[in-house]
Structures are given as C-alpha cells and as structure tokens.
C-alpha cells in the first residue's frame, strides 16, 4: 500500500473519494519522477510537478534523512499491489540522495510548559 495508492478500477470508490484516490495516485507518481531523477543524478529534478514533491524537496535533498515504511499483505487477492509497493521500495532503496551534513538541535523546553490541549 503506497500512502493510499489504488487501483481505481478495484477500488469501487465514487464522488470525493473517487478524486483523492487520484490525487494521492497523481502524487505518488511524481515521487517517483523525483526519485528517479536523483537516482539518475539528472540536471533537473521535477520536485514543481505535486505539491507533495515540492513540501517534500528539502528533505528529499542533501541536508536530510529519509525514511519510508511500506505496507504489504500477505493475501493473494493484494499480490499485484504488494509487488508494485516493493517495486517502489527498491527504487528508492537504490537511490543514493548524497549524505545529511546539517546537524539541527531543536530545544523544545520551551514547549513542555505549555498546555497544548486548550
């Protein structure tokens, strides 16, 4: 399961939920461009393409750390949508984004006295 990734056709969904299924499929799709184009290493990565891609630049970029968990079921009715999930996996296991080098220390002392639940 990538974030909510579907295959419209399996999915049933109609209305609003018909239109998120395709946003979030349209995202996804262009974090991969993006991942695929650091792992090319090309001239231009297309981080402009989903509002996701463009939130995401910084820390899909030299200063940062990334991390990705992936969802997958053992159910052989999921088996095609497992595979695709560790497809993406690996495409961006394989991807090298360069080394964090900007160590960022947050001291969030300040917060520990407010009452966050007013």
Do not use: W
């Amino acid at each position: 399961d990538l974030a909510g990734s579907e295959r419209l056709s399996s999915s049933k969904s109609e209305g609003e939920r018909l239109d998120e299924a395709k946003h979030i499929n349209k995202s996804l799709s262009a974090l991969a461009d993006v991942i695929s184009a650091l792992a090319n290493e090309e001239q231009h990565v297309p981080y402009r393409n989903s509002k996701l891609t463009y939130l995401l630049k910084e820390s899909l970029g030299g200063d940062s750390k990334m991390l990705m968990f992936c969802n997958v079921s053992p159910e052989q009715k999921y088996a095609k949508e497992t595979l695709c999930t560790l497809r993406f996996a690996d495409k961006v296991n394989q991807t090298h984004i360069g080394v964090a080098k900007k160590r960022v220390v947050v001291n969030l002392s300040q917060y520990l006295n407010e009452d966050i639940f007013d």
